[in-house]
């Protein structure tokens, strides 16, 4: 079968494509997977931490471990556009590589740390250097693919991260069993420092397989860098030419690229759905939050550590699963609509137990899973939809998507202290 190009017409040679793609797959998709999940995986250790020792070693309270999250997403906020600027200008093999060194280094000093004040500095240091890599490996995916081939490989890219938070609490559960008190190191240490050594295999990955863009990666031959660069369609060209990482001759320069952005602003400001998907998915993000509160809430209720963390992974599996399966019913149904309804009228059932906080534990559990499974189940079906109707302009939807996960992560900066926050002594028992 051949493939052309949308607008071009161009002819590939299937076979020499296939083997592009087997190439990208192994070396972009493979680095994008792992890092994501590591990614999540370091984002959910500090939970983990917390209820395995952190908070009785080094006396900290709720109030200070909701700060902990707040500070992060200020410096994730903070960093987030001027990273992917900084991208535009540099190598993607030198630059994203370089982000899992500093985490490594920053987790590696989660470690050591032996104040709440230490933990301030490293957790604003982590967010602003990890706030460049998940926007980054997007664009740079979709540098490389075609339209037809990234649905698949983003949902690869969403359930690594989640099987990252997934795999945190068994970690630590691990590291508690068997690493506490090795050598005078406490277990919740231990896991950050195996995070901090599974970032620098990840970085070193990245540094020897990673590769830039089409016009420039190094281990590319001829033949696979001129199918690369002809399967870019026009609005992948115009951005690369735009941002100045893509040379054509006779090019127009910057200026009509800063007009189109312009452009784009104006027609995002005037779209009128693009309020209502800001709306939904804050919304949607707030709430979701409540599931962040399990593996705390267990140990409040009087379970062990190694329990308390146990209890999240099973949560965090079937989200997983309900997020696939939803997916995948909506592709087939062609509809948005009830594949985000029906999970969160769920959601809405278990939202409403949380509210109440049921017991016994048995029944809050489950109404934890329930609110998890609906929510997670659509996000990725929100996002969607969102890219579907917004608008046919590539730039306009960009534009949209980045503006929905701004205003979300925004909500961040105050939600855990007044929607989630995380008391000093349980007001229950099992």
């Known amino acids: 079968m051949n493939n052309q190009d949308d607008d071009h017409h161009v002819w590939i040679d299937p076979k020499h494509e296939k083997n592009l793609l087997k190439r990208l797959d192994k070396r972009l998709l493979g680095f994008a997977m792992l890092g994501n999940m590591v990614k999540a995986l370091d984002n959910s250790n500090l939970g983990s931490a917390f209820i395995s020792g952190m908070e009785e070693e080094l006396h900290l309270t709720g109030l200070q471990y909701n700060w902990m999250t707040v500070l992060f997403m200020a410096g994730y906020l903070i960093m987030q556009i001027p990273s992917n600027m900084l991208l535009s200008k540099l190598r993607p093999s030198i630059y994203l590589p370089s982000l899992e060194l500093i985490w490594c280094i920053l987790t590696l000093a989660m470690a050591c740390v032996q104040s709440v004040n230490q933990i301030y500095v490293i957790r604003v240091l982590l967010g602003l250097f990890e706030a460049g890599f998940f926007p980054g490996i997007v664009f740079l995916i979709g540098t490389w693919y075609t339209k037809r081939e990234l649905g698949k490989r983003m949902a690869l890219l969403t359930i690594c991260g989640s099987f990252g938070n997934g795999i945190s609490g068994v970690i630590q559960a691990m590291m508690l069993k068997t690493m506490d008190g090795y050598a005078g190191i406490s277990g919740w240490r231990w896991m950050f420092v195996f995070d901090a050594c599974i970032t620098a295999l990840l970085a070193w990955f990245g540094r020897k397989y990673l590769p830039d863009y089409p016009h420039n990666t190094t281990w590319l031959n001829d033949k696979e860098r001129d199918i690369a660069m002809r399967r870019m369609n026009d609005d992948t060209s115009s951005k690369l ?81 309900a997020g696939l399966c939803n997916g995948y019913i909506s592709d087939r149904m062609r509809s948005r609509f009830w594949c985000i309804i029906c999970p969160a009228l769920l959601a809405f059932f278990g939202l409403t137990m949380l509210s109440r906080f049921v017991q016994p534990f048995e029944l809050l559990y489950a109404s934890y899973i329930c609110m998890h499974m609906g929510l997670g189940s659509i996000t990725s079906i929100v996002m969607t939809w969102a890219s579907e109707i917004i608008s046919r302009d590539i730039e306009v939807r960009a534009l949209a998507i980045a503006t929905m996960n701004t205003c979300a992560s925004i909500m961040w900066l105050w939600a855990p202290l007044v929607l989630w926050p995380v008391t000093d002594a349980p007001r229950y028992r099992k």
Request: no cysteine; hydrophobic share 45%; net charge positive.
């Open 241 to 321: 030419h735009d941002s100045g990482l893509l040379v054509v001759p006779g090019g127009s320069g910057t200026t009509s690229g800063r007009e189109s952005t312009m452009d784009s602003v104006r027609k995002l400001i005037r779209n009128k759905y693009l309020y209502l998907f800001v709306l939904g998915w804050t919304s949607l993000h707030l709430s979701i939050g409540a599931a962040h509160t399990l593996g705390i809430m267990a140990k409040k209720l009087g379970f062990d550590a190694v329990t308390a963390n146990l209890l999240t992974t099973p949560d965090i599996l079937i989200t997983m699963f």
